[in-house]
T-cell receptor, first 116, second 106 residues
Framework: GAVVSQHPSWVICKSGTSVKIECRSL??????MFWYRQFPKQSLMLMAT?????????EQGVEKDKFLINHASLTLSTLTVTSAHPEDSSFYIC????????????FGPGTRLTVT | QKEVEQNSGPLSVPEGAIASLNCTYS??????FFWYRQYSGKSPELIMS????GDKEDGRFTAQLNKASQYVSLLIRDSQPSDSATYLC??????FGGGTRLMVKP
């Protein structure tokens, strides 16, 4: 159980365009999902908490107008990187809490974004 | 601000040995502790969670928690080359350490 999927697994886009990444909980409902970014050889950086039916909560330093998050249903959260620039190239990973205490995080496989 | 510290490594152990990975945390009232494994280019996967002082065993993995010392560790017995990965310690779900890279040499 507790499977999280992401789509696409990789994407290349041109500078200035927008990219949407989907995160789905396949076998459980997730009122909360998390979005992370990871640069090469660095640890996970939490970007935002996605809440079903309400606005996302962004971490300090993350531009909410650039990284649009929508939690449309109990199984789907989307991250849209707007007006992408090369410095946005990174590995984007979503997760959802599940398990006995609902504190264990189950991660999606990640989306590798390259902005040219 | 909560902090989680891990030695970045690499920690190199021979195949069949015990690998010991350590993590310290700053917030004394932290309640939940997790170990994740991340292979290069992949997303993290949960290995173990621990909430109470003492040891918790699952197969070749043992998590150890000492709240008084604010210390959590992961032991991997009979290490295999397939265990070579970065191991992330997380506290209270969202605070991650920088990870320790483990290399198991055949």
């Amino acid at each position: 159980g507790a499977v999280v999927s992401q789509h696409p697994s990789w994407v290349i886009c041109k500078s200035g365009t927008s990219v949407k990444i989907e995160c789905r909980s396949l076998d459980f409902q997730a009122t909360t999902m998390f979005w992370y970014r990871q640069f090469p050889k660095q640890s996970l950086m939490l970007m935002a908490t996605s809440n079903e039916g309400s606005k996302a909560t962004y971490e300090q330093g993350v531009e909410k107008d650039k990284f649009l998050i929508n939690h449309a249903s109990l199984t789907l959260s989307t991250l849209t990187v707007t007006s992408a620039h090369p410095e946005d190239s990174s590995f984007y990973i979503c997760s959802a809490p599940a398990g006995e205490t609902n504190h264990e995080q189950y991660f999606g496989p990640g989306t590798r974004l390259t902005v040219t | 601000q909560k902090e989680v510290e891990q030695n970045s490594g690499p920690l190199s152990v021979p195949e069949g040995a015990i690998a010991s990975l350590n993590c310290t945390y700053s917030d004394r009232v932290s309640q939940s502790f997790f170990w994740y494994r991340q292979y290069s280019g992949k997303s993290p996967e949960l290995i173990m969670s621990i909430y109470s002082n003492g040891d918790k065993e699952d197969g070749r993995f043992t998590a150890q928690l000492n709240k008084a010392s604010q210390y959590v560790s992961l032991l991997i017995r009979d290490s295999q080359p397939s265990d070579s990965a970065t191991y992330l310690c997380a506290v209270d779900m969202l605070t991650f350490g920088g990870g320790t890279r483990l290399m198991v040499k055949p």
